[in-house]
């Protein structure tokens, strides 16, 4: 026997020894599969019907990291931050059932806010699917509306082929969440294992052809238009397109508006920026939609936080509208040039054919509303000399002590538009929020999320008392995989927004609002990450200072004005130009 | 303006691609009048005929967000003159009435036909739009209808030119993907 190792193998036989494929588990090529993805981090829980993918992974721990999380819901949000802060796909583990079912709001989210994801459930055996056997639920109905694409698969063999195609949807295109749900026989199931990466599906065109003469037509609009306006979507950051898109600004002298997502994009202190769009974003780019002539929509949907009253929405504008996904083309505003393309080819074919311009004086209206907008809501907002401590102030001091440079990872109300409209971003992808779902309790584990997906950077993480009440169990998670994220609250005992429109339309019936708080920084102690309370003025900046110096995570509690109100604010359904600041 | 449409999608064969087109639908509020599936001269296409009433305007964006799913090949909305389309009755009737003479002359000035007969009952098929279908039943019933079924919708479209070639193009690209 020994003799025939070292004889030389007939040509046929070596080239199928070369070959011949591993027997392994469909679990082992679930973890695999992720792998040569890579796929490094993993955010889940276990239980009954995962339980052999987490029985392989248990083998392979040297080369992925799976954080525990508390709550399923939390494995969501910390993939969605983990994609959003990394650019890479976020990952996610959850077992059939209640497992499946908790996954539904960071899926929904993840699918409003185009976030990559992939999502892997265990299920109950094929042979048990719909006999309502223990912990089976049909997460492939319930999630067939809020996922890009979702399949269940009940063999092993088809396990790769599976997870290639998922993470070929997910990250293609318009990124979206996918879900994969494995029975448990197809996890124990063995066969001959090989994975290809999925580039093609046919019935699915990720990337549109660039149409030149589409290009050509919104370049000439833009050459003729006395007063354009680019209006920055979560798109340019998806296609890496900002550079770009500030080149664009920089060589027409075009203002640009961004959208809660766009965030990011471009430094706040651009000469060409002019603020956030929106309800309550700024009120010069809000106001004078309502002048511009021509509107170049890059990547965004015209959500109708952004417009208002979508009759009333840019009357005087030809609408140019730069955009990756057909469905969302002529879906609210009619595009009079629809540009259907990956935002960078078609910012940068753009970018040829638009001619070096000057609009000082279209330009010069925006400094005017903003200087209008500091002196009635910014400046009292940011640089208040007397009362409680306001949260713009402490988002200020925040922006001010990171250079702008942190990942600024907010929550869903007030907190979130005061810490948008105040914090003053530098680098691109360092907005994660909850933008279109409006998910409370989104921050806290995707500021986990964010932190795995960039550890070298400051990752800060703005929540409000109501939100960090909804997902606070993740602390947990923080302490027990060392998350070094900052986690500052704004507490002002209200669930604030919602109080706000109660005082503003609802006569100040303050229905079910109020909250009678727990001990925030005793909480943090309990799961052994230290902290601090503020209430007045001349500590908080000394306190965020001892914050940001604490290696690992640090909960400031910043007592803040019971009654603020966020201003300027659209009141919703109103045309955005009525725009109020008071 | 509600009125009918018909709304044509070719899709993969993959398991529950009808319910990731329904619920689009559903989500409007828009409810299906009728719905007739199958596969094309292309194994592994299939072809959705959906007749809908709606607007233009919401089903335009419908069909945007129906393209928008992975396995979707293509989806589009046909006004009524823009598709030919015939539907399909069977009418189950009760022997006995074959003894009077005029369901004779009645079979053959509506162009049906009979497709069985047996000593209790025989069967009855009719081609033709709703209102006709329906016409139909009017005329049986003093004859002891028993039984009434009636398809969906099959339609072609007027301004299709290469909608087999489209077809037979996606199998050329399978072929040079190695699938």
Redesign the interface.
Known sequence: MQQKDVLPMKPEIADKQLTVKPVITGSEAVIRSLIAEGVDTIFGYPGGAIMPIYDALYDFQDQVHHILVRHEQGATHAAQGYARSSGKVGVAFATSGPGATNLVTGLADAYMDSTPMVCVTGQVAAALLGTDAFQETDVIGITMPITKWNIQVTRAEDIPAAMAKAFYIARSGRPGPVLVDITKNAQFGEFEYEYKKCEYIRSYRPLPELNKEAVSAAAELINNAKKPFILCGHGVLISGAEKALIALAEKAQIPVGSTLLGLSAMPVDHPMYVGMLGMHGNYGPNMLTGEADVVIAVGMRFDDRVTGDVGTYVPNAKVIHIEIDAAEINKIVKADVAVHADAKPALEALLELVKPAQHSEWLEEFRAADKKEYEKVQHRELYPEAGELKMAETIRLISEKTKGEAVLVTDVGQHQMVASRYYRFKNPNTNVTSGGMGTMGFSLPAAMGAKMGTPEKEVVAIIGDGCFQMTLQELGTIYQSQIGVKIVILNNNFLGMVRQWQQLFFDKRYSSTEMVNPDFVQIAKGFFIPGKKVTAREDISAAIDEMLAHKGAYLLEVVVEKEDNVFPMVPAGAPITSIRLE | MQKEYTVTVY??DR??IT??IT?IFT?RGINITSLTTAETEIPGVYKFIITVLSTREKL??VV??I??L????RAFVHEEEEVVYQELALYKISTRSLHTGDIERLIRENNARILTITAEYFVIEKTGHQQELIDFIKKLEPYGLIEYSKSGRVAIVKWSRRFHEHLKE?QA??AE?G?
């Open positions: 899709t993969e398991i529950g319910n990731r619920i989500r335009d964006k945007g967000q393209e928008r992975i396995e979707i090949h996606l690209e399978d993907h699938l």
